[in-house]
């Protein structure tokens, strides 16, 4: 049986009308899914109004404890639940869960090297629940899991969305024949980035590893790309990254993005 492992990210988070559109697309692919999102610029401009400084090193946010109450009020609560009443509205049951719900994904707090980010939680092959989340999907659900874990001691912990995405992808790969898609605001892997003409079709590891040593890819794109080979190496069939707005193409069977095979 198929199943898609969606992840909605980027600047569709926050833009209203694209983020209900995607919705509604989502909400009409048939077959299996799951839905995975982060929190846009939202958690980022709730912390600002309360005083609270975001803190970043390298693009990544340090989760300090103010911080994380902001993101499981924006992540699990504010985002995850509108995007579940929108479902809602166009026929798919969904249900918004956190890692914590239902003990599907139990993380570990990144140890402290030369950085301490926090309240950051890392994966590793034990930590999705893949029969219990089965259990969900069998029974018609559609989990919409935001960018929250636990550790299994009582603490919640800010995740990347795109690991969580992939980490659910290969978990279920041994029960579905499952495809991972990250879906943000370009057309997909780009030549050069502000050129949306300049789309990569397809790309192989042989092609990744040459586009890595010419510094084709952007930097921001690199730890996707990473992401993406490491769970088709575990056995997730293939990798879709694409634009939200072309979601509603693999309805038609037509192809979108850049599509990432072994």
């Not at 003990?103 to 092959?125: H, Q």
Request: glycine share 10%.
């Amino acid at each position: 049986m198929k199943l898609y492992v969606i992840k909605i990210g980027g600047n569709v988070i926050d833009n209203s009308a694209r983020l209900h559109q995607f919705l509604k697309d989502f909400a009409e692919l048939e077959g299996l899914k799951i839905l995975v999102h982060g929190g846009g610029k939202v958690a980022t401009q709730i912390s600002s109004s309360l005083g609270i400084e975001a803190k970043l090193v390298d693009g990544r946010r340090i989760t300090d404890i103010e911080t994380l109450r902001v993101v499981t009020m924006v992540y699990a609560g504010l985002i995850n639940k509108n995007m579940v009443a929108q479902l809602q509205r166009y026929g798919n049951n969904a249900i918004g869960l956190t890692g914590a719900d239902g003990n599907f994904i139990r993380a570990k707090k990144r140890p402290v090297k030369t950085i301490d980010y926090g309240f950051v939680g890392d994966l590793d092959e034990n930590s999705i629940q893949a029969e219990s989340i089965g259990k969900l999907l069998d029974a018609s659900f559609t989990p919409v899991f935001c960018a929250l874990t636990h550790d299994g001691d009582g603490q919640l912990l800010n995740t990347n969305a795109d690991t969580i995405a992939s980490a659910l992808a290969v978990a279920l790969a041994e029960i579905y024949e499952t495809t991972l898609i990250y879906c943000f605001e370009k057309k997909g892997v780009l030549q050069d980035i502000d050129d949306e003409g300049s789309l990569i079709r397809e790309i192989g590891p042989q092609r990744y590893e040459t586009l890595k040593l010419e510094k084709i890819v952007s930097e921001g794109m690199l730890p996707k790309l990473d992401n993406a080979f490491a769970a088709i190496k575990s056995g997730v069939k293939e990798v879709i990254i694409g634009q939200a707005d072309e979601l509603h193409y693999l309805n038609t069977n037509a192809t979108f993005g850049t599509m990432l095979r072994s």
